[in-house]
């Protein structure tokens, strides 16, 4: 079993920057891969950004691209998601998540944080 806690949320002017955290714990880190998704009000959970088990390799969604930066230390066995530039189409609950591998289907993930609350408004 993992556990995942997320931090780092908060309220946050159109144009600025987050950092979330996602701290693991149970499980060797390196072998799962780690995501991020995210879900508004109104809408269905989607997939934000991962991060591969062992090779690093990153996956985004289209619409954070070159504003959202996933890294992972793997001493620490956290997981991060730099977010810069931020919209206020990127308000929502973000999920942290872990995997024994990749994928961006929702459903396969098998662990998930309680989620962290990101809004975005002047």
């Known amino acids: 079993h993992v556990q995942l806690v997320e931090s780092g949320g908060g309220l946050v002017q159109p144009g600025g920057s987050l950092r979330l955290s996602c701290a693991a714990s149970g499980r060797t880190f390196i072998n799962f891969a780690m995501g991020w998704f995210r879900q508004a009000p109104g809408k269905e959970r989607e997939f934000v950004a991962a991060?591969?088990?062992?090779?690093?390799?990153?996956y985004y969604t289209d619409s954070v691209k070159a504003r959202f930066t996933i890294a992972r230390d793997n001493a620490k066995s956290t997981v991060y998601l730099q977010m810069n530039s931020l919209k206020p189409e990127d308000t929502a609950v973000y999920y942290c998540?872990?995997?024994?591998?990749?994928?961006?289907?929702?459903?396969?993930?098998?662990?998930w944080g309680e989620g962290t609350q990101v809004t975005v408004s002047s």
């Open positions: 991060i591969r088990e062992i090779s690093d390799t990153k």
């Open positions: 998540a872990a995997n024994r591998v990749f994928t961006r289907l929702e459903d396969a993930w098998d662990y």
